[in-house]
């Protein structure tokens, strides 16, 4: 596809990793592909409505996670729940929450780091430059909104490209 890998996959056992911009159902694909080069597996979550049928088992296998996003915070304990489970649990999640523009990132991300007691990533994929790299460790304090306030800003320097350039805004 053209992609060039910037470093490997995350080495932490656990950890949080952003996955920015998210624009498209294809940045899953390209995250799925970075990881599965190093023979490795990133979790992501997925609104539970696209597990249906025989998408249920293919989304499962390439890492993903149903959830139900009209409780948030049911959502949010049952993947902490899962992460503190498992020895190995490396999660992307997008904290835009969403494919469309948003100004103000959610910080769930942070609250699962929190809890969980793993580092997050400034993880990205540019569709410009076809670049994808878990980023660099950001070391969260206990106010999620001003590092999620910090990690836009940062994100913001990098001027990424998302596959729908106006999709994308980090201020």
């Known amino acids: 596809m053209g992609w060039t ?3 490997g996959p995350c080495q932490e056992k656990k950890a949080v990793i952003l996955g920015v911009p998210h624009t498209s159902a294809w940045d899953f694909v390209v ?6 080069q190093f023979d490795k597996k990133a979790y992501v979550m ?3 409505e696209f597990f249906w049928g025989p998408m249920n088992w293919i989304l499962r296998k390439l890492g993903g996670i149903p ?22 649990f490396i999660i992307a999640i997008a904290p835009e929450g969403s ?14 780091a929190k809890e969980v007691g793993c580092p997050v990533y400034l993880g990205y994929f540019d569709w410009n430059t076809k670049r994808i790299s878990v980023g ?21 320097e990098l001027h990424l490209e998302g596959k729908h350039k106006d999709k994308f805004i980090t201020h």
Request: charged share 35%; net charge positive.
């Open 136 to 156: 660099q460790k950001f070391e969260i304090s206990d106010n999620a909104r001003e590092d999620t306030d910090k990690i836009q800003a940062l994100y913001e």
């Open 67 to 88: 959830v139900d996003r009209s409780n948030p915070t049911n959502m949010m304990k049952s993947l902490i729940a899962e992460m503190e489970k498992k020895d190995e």
């Open 31 to 36: 995250s799925y592909l970075f990881y599965a």
């Open 5 to 7: 890998s910037i470093g």
């Open 99 to 112: 494919r469309k523009p948003v100004r103000r990132w959610k910080t769930g991300y942070h609250l699962i």
């Open 46 to 48: 997925i609104k539970k």
